[in-house]
C-alpha cells in the first residue's frame, strides 16, 4: 500500500502566531498601564474610558483570551495535524474560527473600556459578544473532531486528550455562567443572584484557569517538549494518571475563593479539600516534563528555547503548590482580597503560560519559514529580562500581600485596631507597587525583544505555508490486533474519550452547585433586605460599569478585625436581589458593604469628585464625569421588568411608575446635597451613585465601626 501524500496548513498556525504576539503586547502594556495608577491614579489621563476599574477587566481578557487564548490554537493547530497525520478537517473553518476569535477580541477591546460589562470576572463580556464566543468554539470543536476523524494514526496521543477535554469542558463552563437575561443590546442581568451567582462565578473563575489556562498548555507540554528536547516523554503512565485525576480533582475546587464568605459551609470545605488534592496530579505533570529533559541538561543550558521551557514548567510547579496553600483557610484568612493573590496568579501567567508560549513561538516560527533564529542573543536576552521581571513583579507583590494582610488584622494590646483607617495600609505598601510596575516593564520589554527577533527571522526565511507529508492511510477496524489495555482502546475513540471526559468534569459541577442553585432554604431571605429602589439599581449599574468591584468587596468576613472595620458581618439573605454579586475578589479599597449611611451625601460627592480632598493620599481616580453626564432613565421600566422576571418582588406595574419614584429620591438627594452649598441636578449620575452607595448595607442592623 502506498503512503498518502498531504500537506499541513502552517499559514493558520502563523496567523495564530502573529496574533499572539501582537495580543500580548496590547495586553502586558494595559496591564503596565493599571499597575501605574495603583500608584499614579492621574495615568489614567482624566479619561473616564481609561480607569483602573474599566482597564483592568480589559487587561485580563486581553491577556487570557487574546495572548493565550491564541497561543493555544497556534499549538493545537500545529501539534494536531503532525500528531494526526492529516491536514485540518476544513481550511474555511479554520479561517472563520481565526478571524471570529480576532473580532471577539476587538469587540472586547471596544466595549469594556466603554463600561459595558457584566462584572462576572474572567467573562465580563455582555451578551452578544457570549454568543458569538459559543459560536467560534463551536466552530473550533467541529474542525478538531473532524481532523480526528480522519486521521491517519490511529491512536490519540495525550495532548489530543487534553485537547478534547478543554473543548468539552470550557463549552460547559461558558453555558452555564453565562445564564444572562437580556436588557438592551449591551446590558443583561445574571439570572443568577448572591451566594448562588458568587457560587457559579467562581466555579467559572477557577477552572477558567484550569481549562483554559492549565490543560490546554499541558497539551502542548506534552507535545512541544519531547519535540524540542528529541526525547520522548517521561512516562506514558503518569501521563494517564496526571490527565483524568487533574480534570476530576479541578472541577471541584472553585469554592476555595469564597471562603468565610455566606457559601455553605459544606461546600467551602469540598473546595478546600479537592484543592488539597490538586497538588499530587498537577506536580505529577510537572514532573513528566522535568524528567523527560533527564540527561539532557547539557542540551538545556545551551538551548534557550528549553530553558524556557524548563522556567515554564518549574513556574507551574511553584503555582499549582501556592494555590492549594491559599486554600487553607489560615492562609487564606490573610492572603485572600490582598496583592498575595496578584503575586500568585502572575507566576502563573508569566512564568507558565508565557514561557510556554515563547518557547513555543521561537521553536515553531524558524520551522514553518525553514530559516534559524533571526538572533540567539536576543532570545538570550528575552529569556533573563523575562525572568528577572518575574521575579521582581512578584516578590514585591507577595511582600505588599504580607504587610496588609497582616496590618489589617493587628490589634493594639488594649484590644482596638491598630491601622483603623484602610488607607494607612494603602500608602505603606505603594512602593512595592512601583517595584511591581519596574517588573512589569522589563516583561513588556523582552516580549517586544522577541517580536523584533521573530519579525526578523520571518523577513529573512519564507513560509511553507502548505507543508507536505505523507503517512499511511488507517487500516480498516477489523485487522487491527485488539488491545488488552482499557485506555489503549479508549484512545482509539476520540467521541468515547470525550463522553468521559465530559462525565468526570460534570460529576463535581452537579454535586457542589445543584443543591445550591436549587434548594431554596439553602439561601433564606431575609424580611428587613427589600429590593433596590429605581434610582439606586441604576446607581448600581453604574457602579458596575465603572469598575468599582475590582478595587472594593462588599463582603464582611466573620474576622473580629473586619466587624470592627467594617460592621456587622455579611449574611446570605443580604443578597438575594443582587443579579450580579459584587463580593469582588480583591481590596484596593475599603469593603463597601455597611458603607450606607456613614457619610452625609455630601462626602460621597466629593469624595467622588476628587478623593484626595476626603481621604489625603487615596489612589482612587476622579470620577468627575458623573456631576456631568446625564442619568439614563429611559432603561428603567426595562430593568425593573428584567428584575421582576428574576423574581425580584416589584409590584405588578412597577415599572410604569418607576421613574416617577426615581425622580423624587433624585430630588431628595440633590436638595440635601443643596444644603451643603453642593448645587447639582437631580438628573445626574453622580445622584444615582450616591442613591446606591447609602443603600448598602442599612438592612441589616450594623454595629459601630472604625472604617476609613
Known amino acids: 500500500m502506498e503512503p498518502e501524500k498531504f500537506y499541513y496548513d502552517n499559514k493558520i498556525v502563523r496567523n495564530f502566531g502573529i496574533a499572539t504576539i501582537v495580543w500580548g503586547i496590547i495586553g502586558m502594556t494595559v496591564g503596565l498601564i493599571a499597575a501605574i495608577q495603583l500608584f499614579h491614579p492621574a495615568a489614567n489621563m482624566g479619561n473616564q474610558y481609561t480607569t483602573f476599574g474599566r482597564i483592568r477587566p480589559l487587561h485580563t481578557n486581553a491577556v487570557i483570551f487574546a495572548f493565550v487564548g491564541n497561543a493555544i490554537f497556534m499549538g493545537v493547530y500545529y501539534s494536531l495535524q503532525r500528531l494526526l497525520k492529516a491536514r485540518m478537517f476544513s481550511t474555511a473553518l479554520s479561517q472563520i474560527h481565526f478571524w471570529g476569535w480576532q473580532l471577539i477580541i476587538v469587540s472586547a477591546v471596544i466595549t469594556l473600556p466603554l463600561g459595558l460589562t457584566t462584572s462576572h470576572e474572567y467573562a465580563e463580556l ?56 437580556p436588557v438592551s443590546p449591551f446590558k443583561s442581568y445574571m439570572v443568577y443572584a448572591g451566594v448562588q451567582d458568587a457560587l457559579v462565578q467562581w466555579w467559572y473563575g477557577h477552572n477558567a484557569v484550569a481549562f483554559f489556562l492549565t490543560t490546554p498548555y499541558l497539551g502542548m507540554m506534552y507535545y512541544f517538549l519531547p519535540k524540542m528536547a528529541n526525547r520522548p516523554i517521561y512516562s506514558y503512565k503518569l501521563s494517564i494518571l496526571h490527565f483524568w485525576a487533574l480534570i476530576f480533582i479541578y472541577i471541584w475546587a472553585g469554592p476555595h475563593h469564597l471562603l468565610y464568605t455566606t457559601l455553605p459551609g459544606w461546600a467551602q470545605s469540598l473546595g478546600v479539600a479537592f484543592s488539597i488534592m490538586l497538588i499530587a496530579p498537577s506536580w505529577g505533570g510537572m514532573i513528566n516534563g522535568l524528567l523527560t529533559l533527564r540527561g539532557a541538561w547539557d542540551k538545556v543550558r545551551e538551548d534557550v528555547v528549553l530553558k524556557f521551557m524548563v522556567v515554564g514548567l518549574t513556574a507551574y510547579g511553584m503555582a499549582t503548590f501556592e494555590g492549594p496553600m491559599l486554600s487553607l483557610k489560615q492562609v487564606n484568612s490573610i492572603a485572600h482580597f490582598s496583592d498575595w493573590i496578584v503575586a500568585h496568579v502572575h507566576v502563573g501567567a508569566l512564568g507558565w503560560n508565557g514561557f510556554l508560549t515563547f518557547a513555543i513561538l521561537y521553536w515553531l516560527m524558524p520551522r514553518m519559514y525553514k530559516t534559524e533564529l533571526y538572533s540567539k542573543k536576543l532570545a538570550s536576552f528575552h529569556f533573563w529580562i523575562g525572568t528577572l521581571g518575574i521575579l521582581f513583579y512578584a516578590i514585591p507583590m507577595y511582600w505588599a500581600g504580607f504587610t496588609q494582610g497582616l496590618m ?41 525583544v522577541m517580536a523584533y527577533n521573530l519579525f526578523k527571522t520571518m523577513r529573512q526565511g519564507k513560509l511553507v505555508a502548505n507543508e507536505p507529508a505523507q503517512a499511511m492511510a488507517l487500516e480498516p477496524v477489523h485487522t487491527i490486533e485488539r488491545e488488552k489495555a482499557w485506555h489503549r482502546r479508549l484512545e482509539r475513540k476520540p467521541i468515547q474519550l470525550m463522553v468521559a471526559a465530559l462525565v468526570v468534569i460534570l460529576i463535581g459541577t452537579v454535586i457542589e452547585l445543584m443543591p445550591t442553585l436549587t434548594i431554596s432554604s439553602n439561601v433564606p431571605t431575609i424580611a428587613s433586605v427589600k429590593p433596590y429602589t429605581p434610582l439606586e439599581l441604576q446607581g448600581r449599574d453604574i457602579y458596575i460599569r465603572e469598575g468599582c468591584s475590582n478595587c472594593h468587596s462588599q463582603t464582611v468576613r466573620p474576622f473580629r478585625s473586619e466587624t470592627e472595620r467594617y460592621g456587622e458581618y455579611s449574611k446570605a439573605g443580604e443578597f438575594v436581589y443582587d443579579h450580579p454579586f459584587l463580593w469582588g475578589s480583591k481590596r484596593t479599597g475599603p469593603d463597601l458593604a455597611r458603607e450606607g449611611q456613614k457619610y452625609g451625601n455630601a462626602w460621597h460627592y466629593n469624595h467622588m469628585m476628587d478623593p484626595r480632598v476626603m481621604s489625603q493620599g487615596s489612589i482612587m481616580p476622579n470620577y468627575d464625569w458623573l456631576i456631568s453626564q446625564k442619568l439614563d432613565t429611559a432603561s428603567t421600566p426595562a430593568k425593573i421588568r428584567a428584575m421582576q422576571t428574576l423574581g425580584v418582588p416589584y409590584p405588578a406595574g412597577y415599572d410604569k411608575i418607576a421613574n416617577r419614584e426615581l425622580d423624587k429620591q433624585a430630588k431628595d438627594i440633590a436638595d440635601n446635597l443643596a444644603k451643603d452649598k453642593i448645587k447639582v441636578q437631580s438628573n445626574k449620575e453622580i445622584i444615582a451613585v450616591i442613591a446606591y452607595l447609602q443603600r448598602l448595607g442599612v438592612d441589616i442592623k450594623a454595629t459601630k465601626t472604625t472604617n476609613k
Open 126 to 181: 455582555e451578551w452578544p459578544i457570549d454568543i458569538a464566543i459559543t459560536l467560534i468554539w463551536v466552530v473550533f470543536g467541529v474542525n478538531m473532531f473532524g481532523t480526528i476523524f480522519k486521521r491517519r494514526e490511529r491512536h490519540l496521543y495525550v495532548a489530543i486528550w487534553f485537547y478534547i477535554a478543554t473543548f468539552v469542558t470550557i463549552a460547559v463552563l461558558h453555558i452555564v455562567n453565562s445564564f444572562e437575561l
Open 408 to 448: 489589617l488584622k493587628e490589634f493594639t494590646p488594649e484590644g482596638i485596631l491598630k491601622y483603623p483607617n484602610f488607607l494607612q495600609t494603602t500608602l505603606l505598601i505603594i512602593p512595592m507597587h512601583i517595584m511591581r510596575s519596574v517588573g512589569g516593564a522589563m516583561y513588556l520589554l523582552g516580549v517586544i
